[in-house]
């Protein structure tokens, strides 16, 4: 099984529809949800999910940053980062782009709670470098070294940098596939993902400030560094995500409930660092760390 970003499980949820939303409170009767093995097509965060994402980092971009974001954008999205950052899934298919679908994950051995570069970062071929934390570099290092000098003739290949690097952002933070959050979203948002991305904010502002800082931090003051990101994610994934559970088990719903802050954290941390880095890139005096 492949830990991509942390993750080689999805989970699938049974869920009563008897639910009344009361003014403080939900209530429902258990649930229970399943555990499948993750296939190799199975989306990381889902559109939600990479959504939320940019939508987080939007809000934290300085105006610079959030300048050249909309310069490269393509006319399609309107000025938005979030209405493009699921495009690197929804191209996976392509043939033309079918060399990217190995560049949304990390390659961790079974039982192993730490991601090692020169281990996990690789193809079905062995090839070194073809996984998302080097994609991160690599696209780090495309909008970085062309952006003051943005011609005709590079600005498209930048436009898809920029998409690639923000969706695999989201993927490096990914623990869970998108049950959960589609689980969330219909149990304590009334289905409606801009509630919930107004609930992650809140928490960024409140229960989260004193750790924001410490998110935005990058070793060594490089510009991008997604290698301490997939250590979290599949640390995250031992500790949470497969313990008390196998595949093909049912689950209580606790699992759920106890399980979904980290998502949602994890979801917060993406945003932040997405707009981190994009404001690193599109400011003087940048660096990328070393592979």
């Known amino acids: 099984m492949r830990n991509k970003a942390g993750l080689n499980l999805e989970t699938s949820f049974k869920a009563s529809d008897q639910?009344?939303?009361?003014?403080?409170?939900?209530?429902?009767?258990?649930?229970?949800?399943?555990?499948?093995?993750?296939?190799?097509?199975?989306?990381?965060?889902?559109?939600?999910?990479?959504?939320?994402?940019?939508?987080?980092?939007?809000?934290?971009?300085?105006?610079?940053?959030?300048?050249?974001?909309?310069?490269?954008?393509?006319?399609?999205?309107?000025g938005d980062l979030a209405a493009v950052c699921s495009w690197a899934d929804e191209l996976r298919e392509n043939h033309d782009y079918h060399w990217s679908s190995v560049l949304h994950f990390v390659d961790t051995p079974d039982f192993f709670c730490n991601y090692n570069c020169s281990r996990d970062c690789h193809d079905s071929h062995r090839h070194k470098g073809r996984c998302v934390t080097a994609a991160i570099y690599n696209y780090t290092m495309q909008l970085e070294s062309a952006y003051k000098e943005i011609t005709s003739e590079v600005r498209y290949n930048l436009t898809e940098a920029l998409m690639f690097?923000?969706?695999?952002?989201?993927?490096?933070?990914?623990?869970?596939?998108?049950?959960?959050?589609?689980?969330?979203?219909?149990?304590?948002?009334?289905?409606?993902?801009?509630?919930?991305?107004?609930?992650?904010?809140?928490?960024?502002?409140?229960?989260?400030?004193?750790?924001?800082?410490?998110?935005?931090?990058?070793?060594?003051?490089?510009?991008?560094?997604?290698?301490?990101?997939?250590?979290?994610?599949?640390?995250?994934?031992?500790?949470?995500?497969?313990?008390?559970?196998t595949p093909g088990s049912t689950l209580e719903d606790s699992y759920f409930l106890t399980r979904l802050p980290v998502v949602e954290k994890r979801l917060a941390q993406s945003g932040i660092r997405l707009a981190s880095t994009l404001n690193r890139i599109f400011a003087s005096e940048v660096k990328v760390a070393e592979v």
């Open 19 to 78: 639910a009344d939303m009361g003014q403080s409170e939900l209530c429902w009767t258990a649930n229970v949800f399943v555990f499948l093995l993750l296939l190799p097509g199975i989306l990381g965060w889902g559109r939600e999910g990479h959504y939320a994402v940019c939508k987080i980092a939007e809000g934290y971009l300085t105006e610079d940053a959030l300048s050249m974001v909309r310069e490269l954008l393509p006319a399609s999205a309107e």
């Open 165 to 245: 690097l923000s969706h695999f952002i989201g993927d490096v933070h990914q623990v869970w596939d998108t049950m959960i959050i589609e689980s969330a979203l219909k149990r304590f948002y009334h289905s409606n993902l801009m509630l919930m991305i107004q609930a992650i904010q809140s928490n960024i502002s409140d229960e989260w400030h004193n750790e924001v800082s410490a998110w935005r931090n990058c070793t060594g003051n490089h510009t991008a560094c997604p290698n301490p990101y997939a250590s979290e994610s599949i640390s995250l994934a031992c500790k949470y995500a497969y313990k008390n559970a």
